[in-house]
């Protein structure tokens, strides 16, 4: 096995319990462990499971397999997934290709759209953000407007008059102040406002290097310690940390194929603690900086049919109790994990303790994998520095 590829195999272990297969039906039952860092090492990160519509919840016949883009809103299935945010035992996802955001309700175990009416009908929906009454907020690009959905998915209001934006992606709220953030891609800026749609301010200009600027910024996330917003500022191969009022404060990344370097960033979140993930679609891994910038841990890499691989990451969410949403885009899929944050010990003793003491029967080994797109490689050298830094995670 090549050096530089141990360290990811070592922070995956995957273990398939079961498999059920049902009679003429495609859909096959698993329960996979999946732990980040493996056994024995400190658990940080499990899976939890893996989101594709309706066949989610319930048996998926066999022609089911061959559905296209025209027939996955009436399937229930996800085709091009981007935007992604978790309210409760809710997962709302914006397909860009169908034109809807589905809604998956794992307690009733249904998924439900938004956005497929005439009132509030949408093109292409990006981002997807919350506020504290639950009101749904989504960036359509093509019709270059934030509209704003009640929990029963009827629109409140829609924001974007003639030329106010350019491409609306990534959506923030910072429910303290009642503010809502817009990354808009092509004006190459933040623009902030109120939850009822007024504009407050913006920030942000296009550049290649000072601090501040940006160019073709996509996602955004708010630190829900302090407040700050952190930018994914994908074509500058960078991220960016700014106050709650847009001044800056700090940036790291740059281009490279090495661990702590992007080649396309685009989804990002912040847990409870502070630390910072980031899914780069070039990579198909993603990375856990803390505020600082240094990388504390990865994983991820080319799809190979088990959890914790991908095919050209997108949207990435962490909710409230630190639950990590990672768009898994070509596949058309939403696959959640949960940090083992201080507080999810607290509240989870007794599931903790089985982390501590699972012993994995069978550790599947990733193979080596072709260069993805760009001649990037789509596994990172190890370091020692960097092992060091992961450590403190």
Sequence with gaps: MNHSFKLTVKAVTIILLSFLFVACSTKKVEKVTLIIPQPPEEPKLFYIDTYEGSNTFQETKALDIFIGKENAMSAGRLFKPYGV??????????????????????????????GDSSEGKLMSPIGI??????????????LKKVYGYNPDGDLIFAIGKKNEFRRPTGLAINPKLNRL???????????VYSLDGKALFKFGKRGTSAAGDFNFPTNIAIDPRNGNVVVSDTQNFRVQIFDKDGKFISKFGQIGDRAGMFARPKGIGVDTEGHIYIADAAFNHIQVFDDKGRLLIYFGGHWQKTPGTFIQLSGLHVDKNDRIYIVDGLRGAVQVFQYVSKEWKRKNPAEY???KEYKPKKIKKVKKIERVPLDIPSQ???EEKLEKDMLKF
């Design 85 to 114: 945010n978790g309210i409760d035992d809710k997962m709302y996802v914006a397909d860009s290709a169908v034109g809807v955001v589905f809604v998956f309700d794992t307690t009733n175990k249904k998924v439900s759209m938004i």
């Design 181 to 191: 953030y817009v990354t808009d891609t092509k004006a190459h800026n933040i623009k």
């Design 129 to 142: 953000a919350h506020d504290s009454n639950n009101n749904v907020y989504v960036s359509d690009s093509k």
């Design 380 to 382: 990172f050298p190890r």
């Design 353 to 355: 303790k089985k982390l």
